[in-house]
T-cell receptor
Framework: AQSVAQPEDQVNVAEGNPLTVKCTYSVSGNPYLFWYVQYPNRGLQFLLKYITGDNLVKGSYGFEAEFNKSQTSFHLKKPSALVSDSALYFCAVRALGYKLSFGAGTTVTVRA | DGGITQSPKYLFRKEGQNVTLSCEQNLNHDAMYWYRQDPGQGLRLIYYSQIVNDFQKGDIAEGYSVSREKKESFPLTVTSAQKNPTAFYLC???????????FGEGSRLTVL
């Protein structure tokens, strides 16, 4: 079985401050990890993924994520948040096979 | 442009009626998926297909049906047996494992 937990329903930050969205996972075998962003009434947009290699992954729009195998975490980070980063963020995990399991999502609000 | 097209974007249905949601992709991906999104619950997998003429049930397949007669198309039928069909439905496709999923813009179904 595979699962993802996003412990925070909401994250609020001021524009210009660092943004972190937390994600922990549980899988059997090697994990393949993903972050997506969703704007209201839209589909999900891919931000970044960890497959193998360097634990720090860089993605779209200035986002990055750090894979930590010992803590089974894959937190999403952005050094300086923008108001336009306000959206719903999903972490997802994939082990063997085609199924991708998603967390419940974290709503990010960046205030001006 | 390559991508995934879902239609209709909004759909209203009376109780007891079946409805079919369309999903077409021109990305030449073998795998396609249907997810259901409800507020606060993240995305839940309904059905997925790894190849033409083959598909598997996901976590919440009851009350839904699919077909995969062509590589480009993966329609989802929401039947009258689905007890709570009002939701946002997302179609996705992916290239070879373990690539990320590419999502359509979604279809919002409301049962009146």
């Amino acid at each position: 079985a595979q699962s993802v937990a996003q412990p925070e329903d909401q994250v609020n930050v001021a524009e210009g401050n660092p943004l972190t969205v937390k994600c922990t996972y549980s899988v059997s075998g090697n994990p393949y990890l993903f972050w997506y962003v969703q704007y209201p009434n839209r589909g999900l947009q891919f931000l970044l993924k960890y497959i193998t290699g360097d634990n720090l992954v860089k993605g779209s729009y200035g986002f990055e994520a750090e894979f930590n195998k010992s803590q089974t975490s894959f937190h999403l980070k952005k050094p300086s948040a923008l108001v336009s980063d306000s959206a719903l963020y999903f972490c997802a995990v994939r082990a063997l096979g085609y199924k991708l399991s998603f967390g419940a999502g974290t709503t990010v609000t960046v205030r001006a | 442009d390559g991508g995934i097209t879902q239609s209709p974007k909004y759909l209203f249905r009376k109780e007891g009626q079946n409805v079919t949601l369309s999903c077409e992709q021109n990305l030449n991906h073998d795998a396609m998926y249907w997810y259901r999104q409800d507020p606060g619950q993240g995305l839940r997998l309904i059905y997925y297909s790894q190849i033409v003429n083959d598909f598997q049930k996901g976590d919440i397949a009851e009350g839904y049906s699919v077909s995969r007669e062509k590589k480009e198309s993966f329609p989802l039928t929401v039947t009258s047996a689905q007890k709570n069909p009002t939701a946002f439905y997302l179609c996705a496709s992916s290239p070879e494992f373990p690539g990320e999923l590419f999502f359509g813009e979604g279809s919002r179904l409301t049962v009146l």
